[in-house]
């Protein structure tokens, strides 16, 4: 765990500031929300997703209650009680009740049924298949 936050830490502040990114977004569902149907073409720090939401990219940290979607690249944590899907590459911890769909890890991957990754460097805890 010790090595996962670490991971995380690095990376973000790694990171290029040099795109601008939102520093906060909040969803009720896809396409209601902070940003409505722009959303999904915005990077954010900090996510917030009633029952589902979907951003560009999270640079920090994404919270849903079912479902959260990345079209691009998650760097931090997403946490679902669901299903996360990060359709680029995580650098940091994905958590969902049910299953975590991404690109590569490197990271962690822990989910109550699968973990689904191209190719991982880190570690993958699920229940059933990883």
Do not use: C
């Not at 765990?1 to 973000?12: D, Y």
């Not at 896809?30 to 560009?56: A, M, P, W």
């Not at 990060?86 to 822990?110: C, E, P, R």
């Amino acid at each position: 765990m010790k090595k996962a936050i670490l991971i995380i830490l690095s990376a973000w502040a790694t990171t290029s500031m040099a795109q601008t990114i939102k520093p906060l977004h909040f969803s009720i569902v896809q396409t209601v929300g902070t940003d409505g149907r722009e959303s999904k073409n915005t990077d954010y720090h900090f996510s917030l997703n009633l029952f589902s939401g979907t951003v560009r990219s999270i640079k920090g940290i994404e919270i849903g209650t079912i479902y959260n979607q990345n079209e691009g690249n998650l760097v931090g944590l997403q946490s679902s009680g669901i299903l996360n899907i990060t359709k680029g590459n995580v650098i940091g911890y994905q958590n969902a009740g049910i299953t975590n769909i991404s690109g590569d890890v490197k990271g962690l991957q822990h989910a109550g049924l699968s973990n689904h990754s191209k190719n991982i460097i880190g570690i993958q805890a699920a229940g059933i298949i990883n």
